[in-house]
């Protein structure tokens, strides 16, 4: 008995262990960086297995029980349940570069006109613009031999955006695979769309089995986000498309109209919130795209996708995967944010990356409240609605269920805080905060209004417009105070919401957006982040017929295109601009691609005058990188500065991330981040002097002469040396060096902004200049 007592305690012990590191357990990233040789894809997984055992001290089978992802074509590293000590314990192995944790809403995705403005935009800066895109859309062949990725919420394959009719058959470099999955089938995909994919393991470790109500189990998009972009890259001409109530009417087209999509579908809605609180998207379930993309041919990659948080560039999924891309002459595109006007909320911020922040286009919907009094105030919005005469008119904050709000809350329109009894028939002004705005029209329907009044979240002239569920319009945040005081002021305040019309050749624009993430970049501040802008405001394109214009689930109108705003839709323009670049230079390099963008951009707007923030004040660098996209002037940059895969491992040299590559030594001395051969130059902390060197490659013409120009940035002298280039052949490469001198007005911490340019008379080869004192 006593014997047997043992056993049953040793057993009871064992268990509790076993059930507490259960416990413990969660999704690990092992990252051990690229596959070399010629392992079998099944070798590859017994390694990964053998890694697991080591670090369990458990079977084999166990071990191979707790993986999730076995990345085996170009990215070598694996996902699975760990233990902190487990993980501990492999972060040690000489071979692993790093492990990081899986974390739930690490990432999000961040949310006609647009293209027809770019080439509107550039035909008023240069003559002849709009015919220099048609002659790149000629060139290029609308880019159909270019195979774009998107890594987003996958694709609503029936729009006519995807039609495929007169596409050439599939390139030959394709050798990916169309997944099969729920309502969607192997005709979903054709000759646009000539791959899908999904990935949901790591979704499904942290919340548990996908809820079929809420998503597809397949790369069928159910958010809308994801076919939105993709449509942005590479939609087909469309004529006749429109919001409902024939807003923004005109042809929908994709940048680059005949490019092939590859659809990756890595985000997820997160359980227990409406789709308008957005998706998340793991580290875990991108890498495994990355690398299928890399490995199926993709040429672009398009990612929508922004990390919450900062993280060291070797425990940065996107990151990670984008190094591997960019060494096969992949060039990956991201959104730089939308937790703008802040500093330093840029986010994708590795170098190998083109990061892209938004800019207004030149169209408004315009739709003004008509006050009692007489005085009109200018607002916006794309709901329509007839409403013909003068309602009463009240604020949110004195019409609420007492004991619903706080005084932080009040006003805000929040989900059961206004009283049917003070509401119905009227219409409401809400304040912005804590909710989406979408949410706050549809509370004022509950209540019984008859429509309503949103102040804008965001400062200045830029409005993100909305389909809401009910009359309702957008008026600039400071104008939302006259409303209010007109109110206090009267006995019986009423106001007309007067309906929305489309407004064209707005002026002045672009104008970059309030909530576009901004510099400096707070992971490497010598690196300039953003790179560049497009057009991220108000922007239409596809849309999901399973997801309605408000993502909202009481709302059950369907739509096949929207209008969406956020750096989630300028990154894809500048994807499709890449594409067009790639179909007519398919040598060039993606440093030499995301060069000739950056160097060729625009700081004016089309009043001639330097671009602005929202609110009116001249936008800097840190806004908008070089600049706003011009892709006819890309495809003949004349100079390029080229980067290569090594360049990069150099540059991470100085972070101490040196494991990336164990064919590669960092050097003894080991380069300033500001002497990366980028195409803009940051300088941080200077003391006293610094020289950094570049070099440009010659892609214009055979034999040419260029001349240095440059605005040193307030507080600092700059000298380039030499002044003069001398090109005798396309590929000659020339190196110069830039000295920048602290002088006695420099201000300190505080950021001052320049530029150079080197020029022949016809090419304009353009760098902004970033610099602080320590």
């Known amino acids: 008995m006593k014997g047997q007592r043992l056993i049953t305690s040793c057993f009871l012990i064992c268990f509790l262990l076993s059930a507490s590191s259960a416990r413990l357990q969660q999704v690990y990233i092992v990252y051990i960086g690229e596959h070399r040789g010629g392992k079998m894809s099944s070798e590859i997984e017994d390694d990964h297995h053998s890694y697991l055992q080591l670090a369990k001290n458990r079977s084999k089978l166990e071990a191979k029980a707790s993986l999730v992802y076995s990345y ?127 990935y949901l393991k790591g979704y499904e470790a942290y919340y548990g089995p996908l809820n079929n109500t809420q998503d597809y189990r397949s790369p069928r998009d159910k958010d809308g986000h994801g076919t939105h972009t993709a449509s942005t890259i590479g939609g087909r001409r469309v004529p006749d498309i429109s919001l409902m109530g024939g807003f923004a009417n005109g042809t929908a087209t994709g940048g680059a109209p005949l490019a092939r999509l590859a659809i990756y579908k890595v985000c997820w809605p997160i359980p227990g919130q409406p789709k308008v609180a957005g998706n998340t998207c793991f580290d875990e379930d991108m890498l495994a795209a990355f690398d299928d993309a890399i490995a199926d041919g993709v040429d672009v990659l398009s990612i929508s996708i922004m990390p919450f948080s900062l993280a060291p560039y070797e425990k940065d999924g996107i990151a990670i995967g984008a190094l591997h891309a960019v060494k096969r002459n992949v060039v990956v595109v991201c959104s730089a944010g939308n937790t703008g006007p802040g500093p330093s909320t840029v986010r994708n911020v590795a170098p190998w990356i083109l990061t892209v922040g938004a800019s207004s286009i030149d169209r408004v919907f315009s739709s003004p409240v008509l006050l009692g009094n007489g005085q009109k105030i200018e607002g916006q919005t794309v709901t329509p609605f007839k409403l013909d005469k003068m309602y009463p008119l009240v604020y949110a904050g004195n019409s609420e269920i007492p004991g619903t709000t706080t005084n932080d809350k009040t006003g805000l329109c929040l989900h059961g805080t206004l009283s049917p009894a003070l509401v119905e028939g009227k219409i409401v002004v809400c304040l912005s905060g804590y909710s989406f705005n979408v949410e706050k029209g549809l509370e004022v329907k509950r209540a019984g209004g008859i429509g309503f009044v949103l102040q804008n979240p965001v400062n200045g002239i830029g409005i993100s417009v909305d389909d809401h569920v009910l009359p309702g319009t957008a008026v600039f945040s400071d104008d939302s105070v006259t409303i209010l005081d007109y109110i206090g002021a009267s006995n019986s305040p009423t106001a007309m919401l007067i309906p929305p019309e489309t407004v064209l050749g707005s002026r002045p624009a672009p104008f970059m957006a309030a909530f576009s993430s901004m510099g400096p970049n707070g992971l490497q501040p010598n690196i300039l982040k953003p790179d560049i802008a497009a057009p991220g405001l108000n922007i239409l394109a596809a849309w999901s017929e399973a997801s309605s ?157 260029y001349t240095s120009t440059f605005v040193p940035p307030a507080g600092y002298s700059v000298e380039i040396s030499p002044l003069v280039l001398e090109f005798s052949y396309a590929g000659e490469k020339k190196s110069f060096n830039v000295t920048v001198n602290t002088e006695s007005g420099s201000a300190g911490n505080e950021y001052s902004f320049g530029w150079y340019m080197w020029s022949d008379g016809i090419h304009r080869v353009r760098s902004p200049i970033v610099v602080s004192s320590a």
């Open 549 to 705: 214009p408000t993502k909202l689930p009481e709302d059950d109108r369907v739509v096949k295109y929207n209008i969406d705003s956020g750096t989630s839709m300028s990154c894809p323009h500048v994807a499709a601009a890449a594409a067009l670049i790639k179909a007519i230079h398919p040598d060039w390099s993606s440093a030499a691609i995301r060069s000739a963008l950056m160097t060729t951009a625009e700081t004016n707007n089309n009043v001639y005058a330097p671009i602005t923030d929202a609110m009116g004040n001249p936008a800097t660098p840190f806004h908008y990188g070089s600049g706003h996209f011009q892709p006819a002037k890309a495809v003949d940059p004349g100079l390029v500065y080229d980067a290569t895969y090594n360049d990069y491992l150099v540059f991470l040299c100085n972070t101490g991330a040196t494991k990336f590559d164990p064919s590669f030594q960092c050097p003894g001395r080991i380069p300033s981040p500001s002497d990366l051969n980028y195409p803009s130059l940051a300088i941080a902390g200077l003391q006293g002097t610094v020289t950094v060197n570049r070099t440009v490659t010659n892609v214009g013409c055979t034999r040419s002469v």
């Open 72 to 198: 085996k074509n170009i990215i070598n590293g694996f996902s699975a349940w760990l233990t902190p000590h487990e993980a501990a314990k492999l972060s040690e192995m000489e071979e692993v570069v790093s492990v990081f944790k899986s974390r739930p809403r690490k990432y999000s995705l961040q949310t006609t006109r647009s293209w027809d403005f770019v080439n509107l935009l550039e035909s008023e800066q240069h003559l002849n613009g709009t015919k220099e895109e048609e002659e790149l859309l000629q060139k290029a062949n609308g880019g159909e031999d270019v195979i774009v990725g998107v890594l987003d919420s996958g694709v609503w394959p029936e729009s006519q955006s995807f039609s495929d009719e007169g596409m050439g058959p599939i390139p030959p470099s394709w050798k990916g695979t169309c997944e099969l999955g729920d309502d969607f089938e192997a005709s979903n995909c054709n000759r646009k769309i000539i791959g899908a994919r999904y």
